[in-house]
T-cell receptor, first 113, second 112 residues
Framework: AQSVSQHNHHVILSEAASLELGCNYS??????LFWYVQYPGQHLQLLLK??????LVKGIKGFEAEFIKSKFSFNLRKPSVQWSDTAEYFC???????????FGPGTRLSVLP | DGGITQSPKYLFRKEGQNVTLSCEQN?????MYWYRQDPGQGLRLIYY???????QKGDIAEGYSVSREKKESFPLTVTSAQKNPTAFYLC???????????FGAGTRLSVL
């Protein structure tokens, strides 16, 4: 069965610090990869996705993620975080048609002003 | 995201009671999903449906039931067999089984 792990449960950063949230998955075949964000009191929304092509994908609000197939990883990055980035971040994997989405346990990011 | 409406926002269940959570979408999506979100565990799939009149169990289907009689509706019933129903329930939809998912605002269920 597929599984998704996220390295950190809770990350605390000061504004302007750089961010990297780890995501690893266990599936040997072709995968579609997603990062979702849940701001306090709001819906889960898509940050970015990778289906194929350039392994460095850019999303909304200055976020980007790099797919490294050999490491089964899809880490999320942002060069300079803002207080408004405080949220919970979920990595998700879908292994193709007919397969479920599998979500990681989430990483809570707190950005101190 | 707009287009998916979950109701009610808060729901309380008494012991031995079945309760039904509503999920409606106007996005014309074929696939719909129900997740349970617990602190530190992320989203766990309860049931999903890729087409009308068909649905499949997810990872934690025990104590839950669903129906998919209409494309736009995918209600979830939390039965009395679900011994630990207190959680945040999220409904989602997607165009197809691999596409990005759109989420509703969620229903928070508590036990009285």
């Amino acid at each position: 069965a597929q599984s998704v792990s996220q390295h950190n449960h809770h990350v605390i950063l000061s504004e302007a610090a750089s961010l990297e949230l780890g995501c690893n998955y266990s599936y040997g075949g072709t995968v579609n990869l997603f990062w979702y964000v849940q701001y306090p009191g709001q819906h889960l929304q898509l940050l970015l996705k990778y289906f194929s092509g350039d392994p460095l994908v850019k999303g909304i609000k200055g976020f980007e993620a790099e797919f490294i197939k050999s490491k089964f990883s899809f880490n999320l990055r942002k060069p300079s975080v803002q207080w408004s980035d405080t949220a919970e971040y979920f990595c998700a994997v879908n292994a193709g048609y007919g397969q479920n989405f599998v979500f990681g346990p989430g990483t809570r990011l707190s950005v101190l002003p | 995201d707009g287009g998916i409406t979950q109701s009610p926002k808060y729901l309380f269940r008494k012991e031995g009671q079945n309760v039904t959570l509503s999920c409606e979408q106007n996005l014309n999506h074929d696939a719909m999903y129900w997740y349970r979100q617990d602190p530190g565990q992320g989203l766990r799939l309860i049931y999903y449906s890729q087409i009308v009149n068909d649905f499949q169990k997810g990872d934690i289907a025990e104590g839950y039931s669903v129906s998919r009689e209409k494309k736009e509706s995918f209600p979830l019933t939390v039965t009395s067999a679900q011994k630990n129903p207190t959680a945040f329930y999220l409904c989602a939809s997607s165009i197809g089984g691999q596409s990005r998912q759109y989420f509703g605002a969620g229903t928070r269920l508590s036990v009285l």
